[in-house]
């Protein structure tokens, strides 16, 4: 009975006790039959799944145990009256009780009573021991890692001049991953919170950005998106923290351009008067008004 209570403790230890997973990701949740969990491993997430059965199966084991009673039985002898003729001394005559013995004489031997002779008969008994539980735990596990879409930099323009204000939009939106985890569909979601941008000249938060620099070359802008993450794995979603994706964007900037002096092109010429009537030709009469 001690050993099937034993037994018992060690069946229901092993059921509550949860089982590790590969590598970062521990399983913490269940979701059925089927615990479930998930890490932030470098820029991806790992979701892990595990399970853990126990079958138990209790025998009784028998075992033969042979023992044995004794029955006597006596045997009678008769009384000897004639001379018996024996072996050479010593000469020894057995007799089962002292009765037989009496009036017995054998020249050169000597009459000794011995008890009754003993016959033993095997009895076969059997013995059931208590029961004996065996069992038999069964276990697997899972995981798959999920990385969230680049992000992107939009940049306008993509050349510009000392001074000048190039303008950076941000190219990360909400999305997720589906795949499978121990035969379960697995879905993460990665949603951003947060934009971290930073450049020679300054840095600032938001979707958006812009920078001017003050020397001319190949200039660089960095951001960094935080996504906030959470998993699935059959049925509800779970938080699991805030994992970081970035990205780099460059432009050109360009020195001062030269200011070359135009001259200003001539004025236009006056508009030509309209022309009067006269009272007759000027060839033929040339003093005529206005001839």
Same mark, same amino acid.
């Given at each position: 009975m001690?050993?099937?209570?034993?037994?018992?403790v060690?069946?229901?230890a092993?059921?509550?006790?949860?089982?590790?997973?590969?590598?970062?990701?521990?399983?913490?949740?269940?979701s059925?039959?089927?615990?479930?969990?998930?890490?932030?491993?470098?820029?991806s997430? $790992? %979701?892990c799944?595990s =399970?853990?059965? *126990?079958?138990?199966? +209790? #025998?009784?084991?028998t075992?033969?145990?042979?023992? &044995? /009673?004794?029955t006597?039985t006596?045997?009678?002898?008769?009384?000897?009256?004639?001379p018996v003729?024996?072996?050479?001394?010593p000469?020894?005559?057995?007799?089962?009780?002292a009765?037989?013995?009496?009036?017995?004489?054998?020249s050169?031997?000597?009459?000794? $009573? %011995?008890?009754?002779? =003993?016959?033993? *008969?095997?009895?076969? +008994? #059997?013995?059931?021991?208590?029961?004996v539980?065996? &069992? /038999?735990?069964?276990?697997?596990?899972?995981?798959?890692?999920?990385?969230?879409?680049?992000?992107?930099?939009?940049?306008?323009?993509t050349?510009?001049?000392?001074?000048?204000?190039?303008f950076?939009?941000?190219v990360?939106?909400?999305?997720?991953?589906?795949?499978t %985890?121990?035969?379960?569909?697995a879905q993460?979601?990665?949603?951003?919170?947060?934009?971290?941008?930073?450049s020679?000249?300054?840095?600032?938060?938001?979707?958006?950005?812009?920078?001017?620099w003050?020397?001319?070359?190949?200039?660089?802008?960095?951001?960094?998106?935080?996504y906030?993450?959470?998993?699935?794995v059959?049925?509800?979603?779970i938080?699991?923290?805030?994992?970081?994706?970035?990205? %780099?964007?460059?432009?050109?900037?360009g020195g001062?351009?030269a200011?070359v002096a135009?001259?200003a092109p001539?004025?236009?010429?006056?508009?030509?008067?309209?022309?009067?009537?006269?009272?007759?030709?000027?060839l033929?009469?040339?003093?005529?008004y206005r001839?």
């Amino acid at each position: 009975m001690k050993k099937f209570l034993a037994a018992l403790v060690l069946i229901c230890a092993q059921l509550v006790a949860p089982v590790p997973a590969q590598a970062a990701c521990t399983s913490s949740s269940s979701s059925g039959s089927v615990k479930v969990g998930a890490s932030i491993s470098g820029g991806s997430v $790992v %979701v892990c799944a595990s =399970t853990s059965t *126990a079958a138990t199966k +209790t #025998t009784a084991s028998t075992s033969k145990t042979t023992t &044995t /009673t004794k029955t006597t039985t006596t045997t009678t002898v008769k009384k000897v009256v004639t001379p018996v003729v024996v072996a050479p001394p010593p000469c020894v005559i057995q007799v089962p009780s002292a009765a037989a013995a009496y009036g017995l004489y054998v020249s050169g031997c000597t009459i000794k $009573v %011995v008890a009754p002779v =003993t016959y033993v *008969a095997p009895v076969t +008994t #059997t013995k059931i021991s208590a029961p004996v539980a065996s &069992t /038999t735990v069964s276990s697997a596990s899972d995981q798959a890692a999920f990385t969230p879409d680049p992000v992107g930099i939009s940049a306008s323009p993509t050349s510009g001049q000392v001074g000048q204000m190039f303008f950076f939009s941000a190219v990360a939106s909400a999305h997720s991953r589906s795949g499978t %985890v121990l035969g379960k569909a697995a879905q993460v979601s990665f949603t951003p919170v947060s934009f971290a941008w930073s450049s020679s000249e300054g840095s600032g938060g938001g979707s958006s950005f812009s920078a001017s620099w003050s020397s001319a070359g190949s200039q660089s802008v960095s951001l960094v998106v935080g996504y906030s993450v959470s998993y699935t794995v059959g049925s509800g979603w779970i938080d699991v923290g805030i994992i970081s994706s970035s990205a %780099v964007a460059t432009v050109q900037v360009g020195g001062v351009a030269a200011v070359v002096a135009v001259a200003a092109p001539p004025p236009p010429p006056p508009p030509p008067k309209p022309p009067l009537l006269v009272s007759a030709n000027c060839l033929a009469h040339p003093s005529s008004y206005r001839c």
